[in-house]
């Protein structure tokens, strides 16, 4: 189940943020919602909802910069 952009928000911080096991459990949870193959689903709640600022990079972290191209 994906998280909510709350989660989300407060998942990233806490990868940036956070030290030792929080930033692990952080980058863990981050890890598994990336894998999720309905995770680009959510692109545009993220961007438009999201409140931390690199919660809004996220995506083009790991869609890439053009999440438009066509193949």
Same mark, same amino acid.
């Given at each position: =189940?994906? /998280?909510?952009? /709350?989660?989300?928000?407060?998942?990233?911080?806490?990868?940036?943020?956070?030290?030792? *096991?929080?930033?692990?459990?952080?980058?863990?949870? %981050?890890?598994?919602?990336? *894998?999720? /193959?309905?995770?680009? %689903? %959510?692109?545009?709640?993220?961007?438009? *909802?999201?409140?931390? /600022?690199?919660?809004?990079?996220?995506?083009?972290?790991?869609?890439?910069?053009? =999440?438009?191209? *066509?193949?």
């Amino acid at each position: =189940m994906a /998280p909510t952009i /709350p989660e989300l928000d407060l998942m990233v911080q806490s990868f940036y943020e956070g030290r030792g *096991e929080q930033q692990k459990a952080a980058q863990t949870a %981050l890890n598994q919602f990336k *894998e999720d /193959p309905d995770a680009w %689903l %959510l692109v545009d709640s993220i961007l438009s *909802e999201s409140k931390h /600022p690199q919660t809004k990079c996220t995506p083009r972290y790991w869609y890439g910069n053009d =999440m438009t191209a *066509e193949d």
